[in-house]
């Protein structure tokens, strides 16, 4: 396969639209998060997103998301490295954008209350964070929720998973705050849940039209 050949597979001119969407709304998600270091309100940002810009991208938004839909299937994996790629370049300008209030929120945790928080809270709590967000959208994905309800679904998935867990829930935001677990363990979890929702999924019916 010559240069041309792989660049064309990775950077088509429709994958290269969407990754420039998933730029800008990881941007978006990313700038509420350090702007705002609350949980509902970047629940809400990913709620406005998956409606805005999720005929355009789908919304993931997030590299673990993306990973897990490439993982089982629902997702290219050639498409995958070019969102991933654009997603992280979204967080990045997002924390630039929201650099000069970052000196007063935790770019580490996006709980409204981080001292209830174990020492552990890290590692657990971005792999199992996840798991509620991704559930969701796996649910939105399978056909099992109705289109009119997917940013609710999604969106609710996520808020809770942040304000349970206090985890950013995001590697793409966990690596621009030099976070280890927030940059590795969402991508694990986002792994297992899409898995897990595959098996939990396969004998529910969508709903009729």
Do not use: C
Not at 106 to 126: N, Q, R
Not at 165 to 182: D, E, K, M, R, Y
């Amino acid at each position: 396969m010559n240069t041309n050949a792989i660049v064309s597979r990775f950077l088509d001119r429709t994958t290269l639209s969407a990754a420039l969407t998933e730029l800008l709304g990881t941007f978006l998600l990313a700038f509420v998060a350090f702007q705002t270091g609350n949980a509902f309100a970047v629940g809400l940002t990913l709620l406005v997103l998956v409606y805005t810009i999720g005929d355009k991208s789908g919304a993931h938004v997030n590299p673990a998301v993306t990973t897990g839909l490439m993982f089982v299937g629902r997702f290219p994996f050639a498409s995958g490295i070019v969102y991933i790629v654009f997603q992280v370049l979204g967080a990045l300008l997002g924390r630039l954008a929201a650099w000069p209030v970052e000196d007063q929120l935790s770019p580490f945790v996006l709980a409204t209350d981080t001292a209830s928080i174990p020492p552990d809270g890290g590692f657990l709590g971005e792999f199992l964070g996840v798991v509620f967000l991704m559930f969701a959208v796996m649910a939105v994905v399978s056909g099992r929720v109705e289109r009119s309800v997917s940013g609710f679904v999604i969106g609710i998935g996520f808020t809770v998973g942040l304000a349970a867990t206090g985890g950013i829930l995001n590697p793409a935001i966990g690596l621009v705050s030099l976070s280890l677990f927030g940059t590795i363990m969402p991508f694990l979890g986002a792994v297992v849940a899409a898995y897990l929702a595959v098996f939990a999924l396969r004998n529910v019916r969508p709903p009729q039209s």
